[in-house]
């Protein structure tokens, strides 16, 4: 108990870290509530994100909750992940760079009572950070340029705990229930090389306290004598957040240095949407596990708050700009003999490739369609102390793109370290 005590006050650490940090510089996490996260541990990240069917004696997967059922009854498991990322824009011929560093997730797991597994652990839901701006001359003008900048950071969070149970042999059924915290800051500043002219700020902000629910089932089934089946699918219900985002409109005289503020707000403005996931893994002699996931996130019936000054009219209200996502990935693992005595024999090596389509719009148009693809490796640690724990290294990279706007190429590499302690074995003294 103390151990576990412990585990939750380290989690409780890194979730000050991660709500503090941002780990995207992509200008495409300005709308809706920034870029969605993989919320991928160590060894599901090599594999892309794939997840929905595995079940693991020695791996946290919270991607579904009715996995928690196979965890080994001896060990208390934690995973902590770090991303690097470097990601390169590139628009009308023009290209940048940008690095970030992600101390991203933190679970722990371990089996409770028999057939009954359990989790808690920190990770992301959305993500936001970028720091742009774009100048241009005002009209036929050649003295007079005006200047948009845009900035903004945040995103949300969720602690969950969540509980796997077996009741009948090969089914599994389990949930993850989350608290949701965050918020989000952004801003939009248009100004001139006139003197005489106004600045014009927009600035918007949300705070978002609510939960998640996640409900999770699998099924597995033996199809050979080395062979066995498992269906996996999850569900998260759509609900309200009751957050009550705000926007000023700040104009500041250039001349006189005087400024003057109009705010808006509306109540009860937030919602996450309904959540469906199937899939479905393969195990071939306990060496071989591939699958294959899809996702359905109803972002389209969803409403989101926007300022808009049409027709001289400056309004803050709710409009349906989202869309809903959908993610197919593919991908596997392969490990020679995971209890094999020599450490090439207990390697795991894994990969895996997606494709997503947009859940945002940009100027009334899709936003960019994601094409991934990952490389990992499971490296055990042997030591006179311990031979369970596991080191996961994956290398991904990422193509966003769409018709006429900024594309962006993204490298990652994600270290992930699993400790595996044998908490609960009882000693015998001789």
């Not at 089932?217 to 996996?232: E, F, H, M, N």
């Not at 989202?322 to 207990?346: A, I, P, S």
Request: proline share 3%; hydrophobic share 35%.
């Amino acid at each position: 108990m103390k151990r576990v005590i412990l585990s939750i006050a380290l989690q409780a650490c890194i979730a000050l870290i991660v709500n503090a940090q941002s780990g995207t510089n992509s200008p495409y996490s300005q709308f809706g509530y920034g870029l969605l996260a993989d919320q991928a541990s160590g060894f599901n990240r090599g594999m892309n994100g794939l997840g929905l069917g595995f079940r693991e004696h020695n791996q946290v997967n919270y991607l579904n909750p009715a996995s928690y059922s196979a965890l080994d009854s001896l060990t208390f498991l934690f995973d902590t992940g770090i991303t690097l990322q470097k990601t390169n824009f590139e628009q009308a011929g023009q290209k940048r760079n940008a690095n970030n560093a992600d101390l991203e997730y933190a679970v722990a797991g371990f089996r409770a009572f028999r057939n009954l597994g359990m989790s808690f652990g920190i990770v992301p839901f959305t993500t936001i950070g970028y720091n742009y701006a774009v100048s241009e001359v005002v009209g036929g003008s050649m003295t007079t340029s005006a200047k948009n900048s845009y900035q903004g950071n945040g995103g949300l969070h969720q602690a969950y705990f969540g509980m796997g149970w077996q009741p009948v042999k090969g089914l599994s059924v389990g949930a993850n229930i989350s608290y949701l915290w965050g918020t989000y800051s952004r801003s939009v500043v248009n100004s001139y090389t006139d003197s005489y002219a106004n600045t014009i700020a927009k600035q918007y902000e949300g705070d978002v306290r609510s939960y998640k629910l996640d409900l999770g089932v699998q099924y597995t089934a033996k199809i050979g004598k080395k062979d066995w089946l498992t269906l996996g699918a999850t569900f998260s219900p759509g609900h309200g957040l009751g957050a009550e985002p705000q926007c000023r409109v700040i104009s500041t005289n250039a001349e006189e240095g005087v400024a003057d503020t109009v705010s808006y707000s509306i109540a009860n403005a937030l919602s996450i949407p309904n959540m469906y996931a199937v899939g479905v893994m393969y195990c071939h002699n306990n060496q071989w596990k591939v699958g294959v996931d899809y996702s359905l996130q109803q972002w389209g019936g969803e409403t989101f708050p926007v300022y808009s000054n049409d027709n001289g009219t400056p309004s803050f209200t709710l409009r349906k700009v989202l869309k809903d996502r959908q993610k197919v990935t593919v991908g596997g693992e392969y490990c020679r003999d995971e209890y094999g005595r020599g450490f090439f024999k207990r390697i795991k090596y894994r990969a895996g490739v997606s494709y997503a389509t947009p859940y945002v719009t940009v100027n009334g148009i899709d936003g960019p369609k994601e094409l991934s693809a990952s490389f990992g490796l499971g490296l055990p640690i042997i030591n006179n102390y311990n031979n369970r724990s596991l080191l996961n290294i994956s290398a991904q990279w990422v193509r966003s793109s769409a018709t006429g706007l900024i594309k962006e190429n993204i490298f990652r590499i994600n270290v992930g370290l699993t400790f595996n302690e044998r908490w609960f074995a009882k000693w015998k003294v001789d």
